[in-house]
């Protein structure tokens, strides 16, 4: 079965320091992977996706994340983050069986501290 | 309005009342669904209605009914609900179809419920 593992609940980081979230997957099947973001007392948003292709992928707000098969990982990273980033973040793996639908991480919250 | 919207954005209500969660989307999708998002705990999907037909439900107690008139609109109506049923309800919506696998989903801002 597809599960997705979001290992740090909170992240505190400075702002204009880098940050790793991180998000590991189990699939028996192929992986579709996605990073959305929830900004508080919102939606998710779709931050990015990896389908197939180029293991590194770029998303809005310059947010990027790899994926590495051997790891069964896809963390999600951003070099210098900004108050604004304040968010939770959830790490989601796409079943198609049928309807497609996504099983989700945890998430983790981002904090960024002045 | 653009994108998926949810009505109400808030709602409080006893056990014994009767409510509904409203979900439009405006994205000419044609799969929609609910989340539940409790603390503490990962997005759970409850339904998934694709072309109008529930093609998913997780295993959800009776006393939450989905409803899906047409491809735009999907309904979450509520009774009797315990207080541990509090929580951010999210719907969502894609574009699915025979192998159209790869389109995400977008979602509402939710509905916080407050079950007293």
């Known amino acids: 079965a597809q599960s997705v593992t979001q290992l740090d609940s909170q992240v505190p980081v400075f702002e204009e320091a880098p940050v790793e979230l991180r998000c590991n997957y189990s699939?028996?099947?192929?992986?579709?992977l996605f990073w959305y973001v929830q900004y508080p007392n919102q939606g998710l948003q779709l931050l990015l996706k990896y389908l197939s292709g180029s293991t590194l992928v770029k998303g809005i707000n310059g947010f990027e994340a790899e994926f590495n098969k051997s790891q069964t990982s896809f963390h999600l990273r951003k070099p210098s983050v900004h108050i604004s980033d304040t968010a939770e973040y959830f790490c989601a793996v796409l079943i198609i069986q049928g309807a497609q639908k996504l099983v989700f991480g945890q998430g983790t919250r981002l904090t960024i501290n002045p | 309005e653009t994108g998926v919207t949810q009505t109400p954005r808030h709602l409080v209500m006893g056990m014994t009342n009767k409510k509904s969660l409203k979900c439009e989307q405006h994205l000419g999708h044609n799969a929609m669904y609910w989340y539940k998002q409790s603390a503490k705990k990962p997005l759970e999907l409850m339904f998934v209605y694709s072309l109008e037909e529930r093609v998913e439900n997780n295993s959800v107690p009776s006393r939450f009914s989905p409803e899906c008139p047409n491809s735009s609109h999907l309904f979450l109506h509520l009774h009797t609900l315990q207080p541990e049923d509090s929580a951010l309800y999210l719907c969502?919506?894609?574009?699915?179809?025979?192998?159209?696998?790869?389109?995400?989903?977008?979602f509402g801002p939710g509905t916080r419920l407050t079950v007293l």
């Open positions: 969502a919506s894609s574009q699915g179809s025979s192998g159209g696998w790869n389109n995400e989903q977008f």
């Open positions: 699939s028996s099947v192929s992986v579709y």
